[in-house]
């Protein structure tokens, strides 16, 4: 069966530190896709990217990027120079080639950016 | 403007009374789901379709109901078997049902069993 593990329930920065959060995946399927979502405090979440489990290359988009490691099963997002406006909940989720668009969500991780 | 849109964003019922939190989708979208979210926790997926009067169980179908009537809308009725109602409700939708197709959110509906 397919999980997703957040370990960091709750990470408070201040202002123009980076920050990763961490997001460790099972799954027995060759295929999959990863994704990443914000909850801001609205509650309606925003999709911020997608990976397939074939491609391994790390991607960059503003302040932005992903460390996808299959070696290690883990899809890491950093922030570079966090804002306020990074204050969120952010969720990894995955889904098999096999389930359909069935995702299963990781715990999320709350972050905090202080001014 | 395209998007998903639920309704309402505060809905307060007895113990007892059924309710039914509506989704609708203007984006042509073939695929809907349904999750509910608990404080401090992720979304569990309670029920999706992947198109028009067909729709599947989720992990946590039990004392919920659907329909797909349409295409553009994908209510769901929180039944009295629910035990725990108490939670934050999040519609989704995307292109198609496979597995790279990301899912769009709606604002949510939170309700509250009193």
């Known amino acids: 069966a397919q999980k997703v593990t957040q370990a960091q329930t709750e990470i408070s920065v201040v202002e123009k530190e980076d920050v990763t959060l961490d997001c460790v995946y099972e799954t027995r399927d060759t295929t999959y896709y990863l994704f990443w979502y914000k909850q801001p405090p609205s509650g309606e979440l925003v999709f911020l990217i997608r990976r397939n489990s074939f491609d391994e290359q790390n991607e960059i988009s503003g302040r932005y990027s992903w460390n996808f490691q299959k070696s290690t099963s883990s899809f890491n997002f950093t922030i570079t120079a966090s804002q306020v406006v990074d204050s969120a909940v952010y969720f990894c989720a995955l889904t098999e080639n096999n389930a359909g668009n069935m995702l299963t969500f990781g715990g999320g991780t709350r972050l905090m950016v202080k001014p | 403007d395209g998007g998903i849109t639920q309704s309402p964003k505060y809905l307060f019922r007895k113990e007892g009374q059924n309710v039914t939190l509506s989704c609708e989708q203007n984006l042509n979208h073939d695929a809907m789901y349904w999750y509910r979210q608990d404080p401090g926790q992720g979304l569990r997926l309670i029920y999706y379709s992947q198109i028009v009067n067909d729709f599947q169980k989720g992990d946590i179908a039990e004392g919920y109901s659907v329909s797909r009537e349409k295409k553009e809308s994908f209510p769901l009725t929180v039944t009295s078997a629910q035990k725990n109602p108490t939670a934050f409700y999040l519609c989704?939708?995307?292109?198609?049902?496979?597995?790279?197709?990301?899912?769009?959110f709606g604002p949510g509906t939170r309700l509250t069993v009193l």
């Open positions: 989704a939708s995307s292109v198609g049902a496979g597995g790279w197709n990301e899912q769009f």
